[in-house]
C-alpha cells in the first residue's frame, strides 16, 4: 500500500515526486487536495481511498471505501469537502469528507444514468450535479432534493463534459466525435450549436471561460483548440501525440496547454504564440499542381490517355495534389504539426528551418495514462491508469510556473 518517493533533481521535463500503488484495478480517477499533501482516487476495483503523505514521506489511505459497483468517474469540491462518485451502474454517490481527512460520510446517491458514467461536475451556485454517461445522456440533479432536473441524449455515448458555471452552457463530447454546446435550465436544456472536426471519438475536453477557449482530445491522436468567444469560431489544430489523447489542461496564466496520451506521453504546448490555422482540404478531379486526373475522373483519363492518381493533400495549403507533386514530409509547428506531415514540394521550399522548430515539449509517463487532474496554484500533476499506478509530478520545470510545489521529498 505504500508509495514510493523519488528524489528531485533539477531538470526541463516534469519531475516524478511520487509513486502511489495499492488499487487492484484500473483507477479511474486521480485528483490532489488543494493544499494538501494528499490524493483522492476512484477505482474499477469498486473503491474510493484517499491517501494522505505520513511524516515518513510514505502515502497510506487514511480512507478506504468499497462501493457496489466499479468507480468510473469522480468530482470533488474542496470547499465544501463534497466528494462524487460515478459509477458502472449509472449512480453517482455523494460523499462529505471530514476536515483532517480521515473519515468519509456517505451523503446520497443520484439515480444519474442507467449505465456507465462517464464525467461529473458539480455547480455549488446552483446546487447541481452534471453528469454525462454510456446511456448516451447528458443529466443534471437538484443536490438539495436529489431529483432529476432535466435530460438531453444524444446519437452515441457521452464520453465527457466540460462547464461554463456563469452562462450555464455545458460542453459534452461523444463517441461519434461530435461536440455539443447546450444552455441549461432548470428543467429544460436548448442545444446551441455542435462542433464538428476530429475523425475519432472525443475523450477529453477543458474549458477556459476566461479566454473563452474549448479545447478537445480525441482518439484521432489529435486535439483542436474551439475559439468559442470569438474570431468566428477559429480552430487550431495539434498534432504530436501517437495514441489517443486522454487528458487535457489549459493553464491560463503561463498560455500553455498539458496533454497527456494512452501510450505514456505527456506534452506541453506553447499556446502563447500567434499560431496559424490549419487549412480546409481543396477538393478536385485533378491535381491542383500538375493538372494529371485522379483515378475517379475517367473522362480526363480518357481523354488525356493517362493512368489516374490517388489523391493526397498538402497539410499546409489544403490543395488536392498528387503523390510526385508532394514527394516531401515536413514538420510545420506553427500549424501544430509537430511530427512531419505530407506538404506539398513548393510547401516545402517555403518552409524555412526556423519554421521547423517546435512549440510543444514531449515526455514520458511511463505509463499508460487515462486520467489526468493538474493542481495549477502549485503545478503539480497526477497521472493514473489501467496499469493501477498513480503517479504525482512536479510540472513546474516545464510549464513555467516558479510556484512553490507540494509533495516535495523534504
Same mark, same amino acid.
Given at each position: 500500500?505504500?508509495?514510493?518517493?523519488?528524489?528531485?533533481?533539477?531538470?526541463?521535463?516534469?519531475?516524478?515526486?511520487?509513486?502511489?500503488?495499492?488499487?487492484?484495478?484500473?483507477?479511474?480517477?486521480?485528483?490532489?487536495?488543494?493544499?494538501?499533501?494528499?490524493?483522492?482516487?476512484?477505482?474499477?476495483?469498486?473503491?474510493?481511498?484517499?491517501?494522505?503523505?505520513?511524516?515518513?514521506?510514505?502515502?497510506?489511505?487514511?480512507?478506504?471505501?468499497?462501493?457496489?459497483?466499479?468507480?468510473?468517474?469522480?468530482?470533488?469540491?474542496?470547499?465544501?469537502?463534497?466528494?462524487?462518485?460515478?459509477?458502472?451502474?449509472?449512480?453517482?454517490?455523494?460523499?462529505?469528507?471530514?476536515?483532517?481527512?480521515?473519515?468519509?460520510?456517505?451523503?446520497?446517491?443520484?439515480?444519474?444514468?442507467?449505465?456507465?458514467?462517464?464525467?461529473?461536475?458539480?455547480?455549488?451556485?446552483?446546487?447541481?450535479?452534471?453528469?454525462?454517461?454510456?446511456?448516451?445522456?447528458?443529466?443534471?440533479?437538484?443536490?438539495?432534493?436529489?431529483?432529476?432536473?432535466?435530460?438531453?441524449?444524444?446519437?452515441?455515448?457521452?464520453?465527457?463534459?466540460?462547464?461554463?458555471?456563469?452562462?450555464?452552457?455545458?460542453?459534452?463530447?461523444?463517441?461519434?466525435?461530435?461536440?455539443?454546446?447546450?444552455?441549461?435550465?432548470?428543467?429544460?436544456?436548448?442545444?446551441?450549436?455542435?462542433?464538428?472536426?476530429?475523425?475519432?471519438?472525443?475523450?477529453?475536453?477543458?474549458?477556459?471561460?476566461?479566454?473563452?477557449?474549448?479545447?478537445?482530445?480525441?482518439?484521432?491522436?489529435?486535439?483542436?483548440?474551439?475559439?468559442?468567444?470569438?474570431?468566428?469560431?477559429?480552430?487550431?489544430?495539434?498534432?504530436?501525440?501517437?495514441?489517443?489523447?486522454?487528458?487535457?489542461?489549459?493553464?491560463?496564466?503561463?498560455?500553455?496547454?498539458?496533454?497527456?496520451?494512452?501510450?505514456?506521453?505527456?506534452?506541453? *504546448? &506553447?499556446?502563447?504564440?500567434?499560431?496559424?490555422?490549419?487549412?480546409?482540404? $481543396?477538393?478536385?478531379?485533378? =491535381?491542383? /499542381? @500538375?493538372? !494529371?486526373?485522379?483515378? *475517379? &475522373?475517367?473522362?480526363?483519363?480518357?481523354?488525356?490517355?493517362?493512368?489516374? $492518381?490517388?489523391?493526397?493533400? =498538402?497539410? /499546409? @495549403?489544403? !490543395?488536392?495534389?498528387?503523390?510526385?507533386?508532394?514527394?516531401?514530409?515536413?514538420?510545420?509547428?506553427?500549424?501544430?504539426?509537430?511530427?512531419?506531415?505530407?506538404? @506539398?514540394?513548393?510547401?516545402?521550399?517555403?518552409?524555412?528551418?526556423?519554421?521547423?522548430?517546435?512549440?510543444?515539449?514531449?515526455?514520458?509517463?511511463?505509463?499508460?495514462?487515462?486520467?489526468?487532474?493538474?493542481?495549477?496554484?502549485?503545478?503539480?500533476?497526477?497521472?493514473?491508469?489501467?496499469?493501477?499506478?498513480?503517479?504525482?509530478?512536479?510540472?513546474?520545470?516545464?510549464?513555467?510556473?516558479?510556484?512553490?510545489?507540494?509533495?516535495?521529498?523534504?
Amino acid at each position: 500500500m505504500a508509495a514510493e518517493i523519488h528524489s528531485r533533481p533539477q531538470s526541463s521535463r516534469p519531475v516524478l515526486l511520487s509513486k502511489v500503488e495499492g488499487h487492484q484495478d484500473v483507477v479511474s480517477a486521480a485528483l490532489l487536495i488543494p493544499k494538501e499533501d494528499g490524493v483522492i482516487t476512484a477505482s474499477e476495483d469498486r473503491t474510493i481511498r484517499v491517501w494522505l503523505k505520513r511524516d515518513s514521506g510514505q502515502y497510506w489511505p487514511s480512507i478506504y471505501h468499497t462501493m457496489s459497483s466499479p468507480c468510473s468517474a469522480m468530482a470533488y469540491h474542496h470547499d465544501s469537502r463534497r466528494i462524487f462518485v460515478g459509477q458502472d451502474n449509472g449512480a453517482i454517490m455523494e460523499f462529505h469528507v471530514s476536515e483532517d481527512f480521515n473519515k468519509m460520510n456517505f451523503v446520497k446517491t443520484y439515480p444519474a444514468h442507467q449505465n456507465r458514467v462517464s464525467a461529473i461536475i458539480f455547480c455549488l451556485t446552483s446546487e447541481w450535479v452534471i453528469s454525462t454517461g454510456h446511456d448516451k445522456c447528458v443529466s443534471w440533479m437538484c443536490t438539495r432534493s436529489g431529483s432529476m432536473l432535466g435530460r438531453h441524449y444524444f446519437t452515441s455515448w457521452a464520453s465527457c463534459l466540460q462547464y461554463d458555471y456563469e452562462t450555464q452552457h455545458a460542453f459534452v463530447g461523444d463517441y461519434s466525435g461530435q461536440i455539443t454546446l447546450l444552455k441549461l435550465e432548470q428543467n429544460t436544456c436548448s442545444v446551441i450549436t455542435t462542433l464538428k472536426g476530429h475523425e475519432g471519438s472525443i475523450t477529453s475536453l477543458w474549458w477556459d471561460p476566461v479566454q473563452r477557449l474549448l479545447f478537445s482530445g480525441a482518439s484521432d491522436h489529435s486535439i483542436i483548440m474551439w475559439d468559442i468567444g470569438g474570431r468566428k469560431g477559429r480552430t487550431l489544430l495539434l498534432q504530436g501525440h501517437h495514441d489517443k489523447v486522454q487528458a487535457i489542461c489549459y493553464i491560463q496564466l503561463t498560455r500553455q496547454l498539458v496533454s497527456c496520451s494512452a501510450d505514456g506521453g505527456i506534452a506541453v *504546448w &506553447n499556446m502563447d504564440i500567434s499560431r496559424e490555422e490549419a487549412p480546409q482540404w $481543396l477538393e478536385s478531379d485533378s =491535381c491542383q /499542381k @500538375c493538372e !494529371q486526373p485522379f483515378f *475517379w &475522373n475517367i473522362k480526363q483519363m480518357w481523354d488525356t490517355k493517362t493512368l489516374g $492518381l490517388r489523391q493526397h493533400h =498538402c497539410r /499546409k @495549403c489544403g !490543395q488536392a495534389v498528387c503523390g510526385k507533386c508532394s514527394t516531401k514530409r515536413s514538420s510545420y509547428p506553427i500549424m501544430g504539426f509537430e511530427f512531419q506531415v505530407r506538404v @506539398c514540394d513548393s510547401c516545402f521550399e517555403s518552409i524555412k528551418d526556423e519554421d521547423r522548430t517546435s512549440l510543444a515539449t514531449f515526455h514520458e509517463g511511463k505509463h499508460n495514462i487515462s486520467h489526468m487532474s493538474m493542481d495549477i496554484a502549485r503545478g503539480l500533476m497526477v497521472t493514473c491508469g489501467s496499469d493501477r499506478v498513480v503517479k504525482i509530478w512536479d510540472m513546474t520545470p516545464v510549464v513555467g510556473c516558479s510556484l512553490a510545489t507540494g509533495f516535495s521529498s523534504r
